[in-house]
């Protein structure tokens, strides 16, 4: 059972560089969510997608941009990685917007230098 | 804004304590609360709470949903070292979007 699968799991980028974290899940949910958490915080939205064909900015959209490519797959962009932005990202998804459980990945650990 | 806030942001406590961790949301007029567990990596599934007054139980763990007063608490009793994580709930975020929105986490330490 895959679930939610995240790449890469590590990355290290230099400040200015772009890069670009893929989610997949393979349970045919609706719903997709983009985390980030830092040291001794919980889990701040960045973006999510409630359906297919839509997202919404979250907490902390700046310095990002995310793609719902298709119902599966939801990925997050870094144009212009800062060092602020340095960070463990967490993808999400569940079946619907309103209930049930939200299935994590295991989460990408991303350094700018 | 959409908030939703966890208290206290750190506990320690020694084993065979009962612990209460709570969570307090703002938006009205939602369907489902969660609960999870996190140790060195991705959070675990504990709890969905949709009805107000119904407890939820899971061994040692049970939660219980407030939608009058817009909280909930979940309850260790019993603690284990093994129970030492971060303790988050998600609420919804307003507007009806969809947004899910963790509070800041409870980091529980069990010492022996």
């Not at chain 1, 049930?100 to 990945?105: K, Q, S, T």
């Not at chain 2, 750190?10 to 969570?23: A, F, I, K, Q, R």
């Not at chain 2, 489902?32 to 969905?48: C, D, G, I, R, V």
Request: glycine letters at 8%; one cysteine or more; hydrophobic letters at 30%.
């Amino acid at each position: 059972n895959a679930g939610v699968t995240q790449t890469p799991k590590f990355q290290v980028l230099k400040t200015g560089q772009s890069m670009t974290l893929q989610c997949a899940q393979d349970m045919n949910h609706n719903s997709m969510y983009w985390y980030r958490q830092d040291p001794g915080m919980g889990l701040r939205l960045i973006y999510y997608s409630a359906s297919e064909g839509t997202t919404d900015k979250g907490e902390v959209p700046n310095g990002y941009n995310v793609s719902r490519l298709n119902k599966r797959e939801f990925s997050l962009r870094l144009e212009s990685a800062a060092p602020s932005q340095t960070s463990v990202y967490f993808c999400a998804s569940r079946r619907d917007s309103w209930t049930g459980e939200l299935f994590f990945g295991e989460g990408s650990r991303l350094t700018v230098l | 804004e959409d908030k939703v806030v966890q208290s206290p942001l750190s506990l320690v406590v020694h084993e065979g304590d009962t612990v209460t961790l709570n969570c307090s949301y703002e938006v009205t007029n939602f369907r489902s609360l969660l609960w999870y567990k996190q140790e060195k990596k991705a959070p675990t599934f504990l709890f969905m709470l949709t009805s107000s007054g119904i407890e939820k139980k899971s061994g040692r763990l049970s939660s219980i949903l407030d939608k009058k007063e817009l909280f909930s608490i979940l309850n260790i009793t019993a603690t284990q070292t093994g129970d030492s994580a971060i303790y988050l709930c998600a609420g919804p975020g307003s507007g009806n979007t969809g947004k899910l929105i963790f509070g800041q986490g409870t980091t529980l330490q069990v010492k022996p």
